[in-house]
């Protein structure tokens, strides 16, 4: 059995990047992980022990889906897609986001 | 309702295991390749680009673990692994599990049987809308003395009730109904008009009495029940309007009641005709059943105070045909009336089975813990491994419960069989019977059980198994090493708590038992062999006076007298153990001062054979003659008791005496004495009686039962008797046909009952018990082998060695027993109203069964010791 060991400010946030990623269209599981750090500018680099169990506790939660497809390359790569239900969590999730960066940069920015 | 899709993912991941593996698998596969070929793009060679890319998922296995963890069957997968790994290891020991599961099934089946039968008899609500406003009222004028009320009292009852609530009246009475193949006795309850809105329930098809209809000059109606109407109307619709000949008036049928509608009585009538009442010339006698609703919000405290005002203005108004300054009304709960002494009994039986129960999860606690020390080595492994002592514990206590679900499953079954035999030993006269039925609330009692039971022995061992000390089990090896000493104790302990739990159940069965028998040593005061009882309701409308009924009864018994095969012949108007009529009177010589209530004793007409029919014996003066009829003067016969309370040192043949508040009638005179007789059951005390000639008392005229002393089987006279009685009147139909010896045993049932079950379960402790101990004595001799070795190899006897072990079983059992003994003397208070001529601390019961006890502990444990004596002292030691 393996425990939780992250707390849950941090995954909280790493499921928001996984949906926003995934707002941006249907993705593997690399890919997922290839966009974020691409947006981010190489700064979030999600490692992969902790991308898939996010993307399993996400899809659980109802708020992706998967299903088996052919990648780029033409292999086989199970694809994720948000749900109608994923979105509206997506913009809950933007908006405490925001709420949260403000107010820290508020208390970084006193002098 | 997302948790309901993550159970459904969870089981399909249980069922398809390898599917979702797979698909991981698979996918990390994927990413993988993907990141190895982006590394060689990098200008990696291909061998580092792919150990790179693995490198990054770290431990693979965890990762597949964690993914596990979230898609696969999580805590479901777990427990099903427990589930499929505990049936393993029962079914790997099925002596083991045999014993445990029918332990089990045992304790669980008897307390959901006796569970059932609570159930229905005093927990479940009275079927009728809001029960709790309903009251039986009766009448009483000691904490002892209670009966009904008269045609007076209720009149009076009815007017000013209704400012609270209002009463109804009923009276039961078997009836004749004629106009069918042969005349036929149909139970009836006669009830005034508001009987069935008091209840609150109506008939299913016509109506229920509406008021005024009880009134003498309105037509007779009558509602009967849902059986009568299959039986004898065909199930017919047209049913309504139709006329009953009962007792030879025609009632109109205006209502049928709803299938499943029980009255509030044990007569459990088929019929309901309407009680017309005349208005009364005095108060008495008190032959009518009263109950009540009050109106919402009316407390049952207020209806009390309010019947004794109403009890007031009535006694007073009525005070010349009887005076009692010491009556009044009281009300009791419509269940509690009804339920009456019977709660005692199943609440004794639900404790005693309660405590088999326990017995039971006792003993299946023993046989796990002694398993445990056989598995120490396998947790110990488990644990070195990394189970954590939660896991653990969860896993043993999985196993517990399958045990439990497979023990309450066949305890279920056991149950429902049970019912059925409960049913069918208990007396007829437990009221609300019919209400017991094996009911989701029984399931769920049985599930409970089952639950409680699987916690007091699956988590107690469990505790003691999950030792964090690795250490010494995974050295010794699993073989002759001593005992963790604290379990052992436990163990121990259990054996006390067991014999201190069969104890108090053994001196109950006890109790009852001696009981029982004494009971049936009474002597009842009359020979109750070869005697044939009938009785023979004479409808009013035919007999109208009773001078006929009495010229009926004078013919019907010189033609029976006749029969062959008939020694004796006789009337009364109640037979001895069935319980009747009480009187009061008045002697001559000491009048009753104003305001104290008359004396009351039983009062029984009989015809002049009566006590030569029944063998009672004459102590002084003489028996009634057939000169001692309606022109001679009054005369009475007194029992035994009546003349040393009321006539202490005197002679009480020639005193007079007055009964029923009848001041104008002429004094009745003292006859004879005879032998005390136990009209009102074994069980009950002598209570003084009188008896007075159907000739010259003519009251119950028309209700007399026929007692016949024969010399073959009394029972294979029924048709004889039919056609005599018939042949003089052919309406007529015989009722109650039973014989003395029934009636006896009928007066027996409930201490039977108590006796017989209480007996049984007793017998279930005390075989628990035995093996209990047996186990726990066997297992330490098998432990100690090399110790028992190394003594006899030093010297000691073998008389040394039978002693160490049965001392072992003697100390547990005896403290088990000391504190069993505290607890009975402590509960064996609640078994006092049950019990008959024994005191609930007899020593002689309490004596025996300690011995018993003892004895069996001996016994138990002599086995084992034998066995010790038996060891080799080589074997045991080459065993090391």
Request: one cysteine or more; charged letters at 20%.
């Amino acid at each position: 059995m393996v425990t939780k060991t992250k707390n849950n400010l941090l995954q909280g946030t790493l499921d928001m990047l996984v949906l926003k990623a995934l707002s941006l269209g249907p993705m593997h599981g690399y890919g997922v992980g290839q966009r974020i750090q691409q947006i981010s500018d190489d700064v979030l680099r999600v490692e992969e022990g902790s991308l898939y169990p996010a993307l399993y506790r996400i899809e659980q939660q109802g708020w992706i889906e998967s299903e088996w497809g052919v990648s780029d390359n033409n292999q086989q790569a199970k694809f994720y897609k948000l749900t109608r239900k994923g979105r509206k969590q997506l913009q809950v999730e933007e908006e405490n986001w925001g709420r949260l960066a403000g107010a820290i940069y508020k208390v970084m920015a006193t002098t | 309702m997302a948790w309901l899709k993550t159970l459904a993912a969870r089981l399909r991941a249980v069922w398809n295991t390898d599917a979702v593996h797979q698909d991981i698998d698979q996918e990390m596969q994927f990413h993988i390749r993907m990141r190895t070929q982006e590394n060689i793009e990098r200008g990696m060679s291909p061998e580092d680009a792919r150990r790179d890319a693995e490198q990054r998922f770290g431990n693979t296995g965890r990762i597949k673990d964690m993914g596990w963890d979230v898609r696969g069957g999580g805590w479901l997968e777990t427990l099903w692994q427990d589930v499929r790994y505990g049936a393993r290891m029962l079914r790997k020991h099925p002596g083991f599990s045999l014993m445990a599961i029918l332990t089990l099934s045992l304790g669980i089946g008897a307390n959901t049987a006796i569970f059932s039968i609570v159930n229905g008899v005093l927990l479940r609500p009275l079927p009728y809308p809001e029960p709790d406003q309903l009251d039986f009222v009766f009448q009483q004028n000691s904490a002892m003395n209670r009966f009904g009320v008269s045609v007076a009292d209720f009149q009076g009852m009815e007017k000013e009730y209704a400012k609270i609530g209002s009463v109804a009246a009923s009276t039961n009475r078997a009836v004749t109904l004629t106009g069918g193949e042969r005349p036929e006795q149909i139970k009836a309850t006669f009830v005034t008009a508001a009987y069935f809105k008091i209840l609150g329930v109506n008939p299913a098809s016509g109506r229920a009495f509406v008021t005024g209809e009880d009134r003498p000059d309105k037509e007779p109606v009558v509602v009967i029940s849902h059986g009568f109407w299959e039986r004898h109307m065909a199930g017919k619709t047209e049913t309504i309007g139709q006329r009953l000949t009962l007792d030879g008036i025609g009632y109109t049928v205006v209502g049928i009641m709803p299938q499943g509608f029980v009255a509030p009585s044990t007569a459990s009538p088929e019929i309901w005709p309407i009680l017309q009442l005349q208005t009364p010339k005095r108060r008495g006698p008190f032959t009518l059943r009263v109950i009540a609703r009050r109106n919402a919000g009316v407390s049952e405290q207020q209806g009390q105070e309010e019947l004794q005002r109403i009890a007031r203005g009535v006694f007073a108004q009525w005070a010349h045909t009887f005076p009692d300054a010491n009556a009044t009304y009281v009300s009791t709960p419509l269940k509690q009336a009804l339920v009456g002494n019977i709660g005692t009994t199943l609440l004794v039986l639900f404790g005693a089975v309660g405590c088999v129960l326990l017995l039971a999860s006792v003993n299946v606690a023993n046989l796990l813990l002694a398993r445990a020390s056989t598995r120490q080595q396998e947790i110990a492994i488990r644990a070195a491994l990394g189970a954590s002592r939660f896991r653990l514990l969860r896993q043993l206590f999985t196993e517990s419960l399958l045990l439990a679900v497979l023990g309450g499953a066949v305890g279920l079954l056991l149950a429902v069989w049970g019912v059925d035999m409960l049913l069918a030993l208990s007396p007829d006269n437990i009221p609300r019977l019919d209400q017991v039925k094996v009911d989701g609330w029984v399931m769920g009692f049985a599930a409970l059980g089952t639950f409680l039971s699987c916690l007091v022995f699956g988590l107690v061992p469990g505790l003691y198994s999950v030792n964090p000390d690795l250490g010494e089990p995974l050295k010794g090896g699993g073989r002759g090493s001593a005992e963790v000493p604290g379990r052992r104790r436990l163990r121990d302990l259990l054996v006390v708590v067991e014999f201190a739990l069969a104890l108090p159940l053994l001196i109950g069965a006890g109790l009852m038992i001696n009981s029982f028998m004494r009971l049936q040593q009474v002597k009842p005061g009359f020979d109750p062999d070869h005697l044939l009882t009938v009785q023979l309701p004479l409808p009013s409308q035919k007999y109208p006076e009773e001078e006929k009924a009495a010229n009926f009864h004078k013919e019907m018994m010189r033609r029976v007298q006749m029969l062959p095969g008939v020694s004796s012949a006789s009337i009364a108007t109640h037979l001895p153990m069935e319980g009747g009529n009480t009187n009061d009177f008045v002697l001559e010589i000491r009048p009753t001062p104003p305001g104290k209530s008359s004396e009351v004793a039983e009062f029984t007409s009989v015809s002049p054979e009566y006590f030569h029919t029944l063998s009672i014996p004459l102590l002084k003066g003489r028996y009634f003659t057939e000169q001692d009829n309606e022109n001679a003067p009054p005369v009475m016969v007194i029992s035994e008791t009546m003349a040393k309370r009321y006539f202490p040192g005197e002679d009480p043949i020639g005193m007079r005496i007055k009964t029923g508040g009848c001041e104008e009638c002429p004094w009745t005179t003292i006859v004879g004495v005879v032998g005390d007789v136990k009209n009102e059951g074994l069980s009950a005390e002598i209570e003084p009686a009188m008896y007075c000639p159907f000739t010259q008392e003519s009251f119950g005229i028309r209700m007399m039962t026929l007692i016949l002393r024969t010399d073959a089987d009394p029972a294979s006279l029924v048709p004889s008797v039919r056609r005599e009685v018939n042949s003089i009147d052919p309406d007529l139909a015989l009722a109650n046909i039973k014989t003395m010896d029934q009636l006896m045993s009928e007066s027996l049932g409930q201490s039977r009952y108590r006796g017989v079950l209480l007996g049984i379960f007793a017998i279930v402790a005390l075989t628990l018990a035995a093996v209990g101990i047996y186990g726990v004595i066997a297992y330490a001799v098998n432990q100690r082998t090399h110790e028992i070795g190394i003594r006899i190899a030093l010297g000691a006897q073998k008389r040394d060695i039978f002693r160490l072990v049965v001392w072992h079983g003697m100390i547990l059992s005896i403290i088990g027993v000391v504190i069993g003994v505290g607890a009975s003397l402590a509960l064996t208070r609640f078994l006092t109203s049950l019990l008959y001529g024994v005191s609930n601390t007899d020593p002689a019961t309490f004596t025996g069964v300690v011995l018993l006890l003892i004895g069996v502990a001996l016994l138990a444990c002599s086995i084992p010791a034998r066995r010790a004596m038996r060891v080799d002292p080589m074997i045991a030691l080459r065993h090391e």
